[in-house]
């Protein structure tokens, strides 16, 4: 069951939001598995192709979920939330929707932009998860 869900909000970008939050999350000693869910293709491949080239210097090996290479890849790129992965992933939602079963993540990193439809929906699913008694935190973006 998911721990924790951690509500990050007024993300003004959340393509390269998601792509420091992978960064950050690959560093780790002992790496979990990352699945990122979006909204719809269009923004699925250009975060693909922003995860290949927002920094120099960080290699963030990823495919989508459906590729041939996925059981191997440590980044999974989908619009669909079920995914299948041997044990509970990370999940960063970049989506407006309440994820169907939060239990199945290891941890959820629920980013919400700037925009009021954003910042409304956002609202929604974190009283939606606080009255499943998921355990919440919430971090305002700062990108300085």
């Known amino acids: 069951m998911t721990m924790r869900i951690d509500f990050h909000s007024n993300v003004p970008d959340k393509l390269l939001y998601a792509c420091r ?13 990352i699945v990122l869910l979006l909204p719809n293709p269009m923004l699925l491949a250009q975060l693909d192709e922003a995860l290949w080239s927002f920094s120099d ?19 999974l790129l989908t619009c669909n939330e079920a995914v299948d992965c041997a044990t509970p992933p990370i999940l960063i939602n970049l989506t407006r929707r309440t994820l169907e079963q939060p239990q199945r993540y290891a941890r959820v990193f629920d980013l919400v932009g700037s925009d009021d439809e954003d910042k409304l929906a956002g609202r929604e699913r974190y009283r939606f998860y606080q ?10 973006a700062n990108l300085q």
């Not at 939050?21 to 598995?33: F, G, I, S, T, Y």
């Not at 963030?60 to 996925?70: I, R, S, W, Y």
Request: no cysteine; net charge positive; charged share 15%.
């Open 21 to 33: 939050l992978v960064r950050k999350a690959r560093a780790q000693a002992n790496p979990e598995r």
């Open 57 to 75: 210097i960080d290699f963030l090996p990823h495919v989508q979920a459906n590729h041939a290479l996925a059981a191997q890849t440590p980044v």
């Open 131 to 140: 009255q499943q008694g998921f355990t919440l935190s919430h971090f305002v």
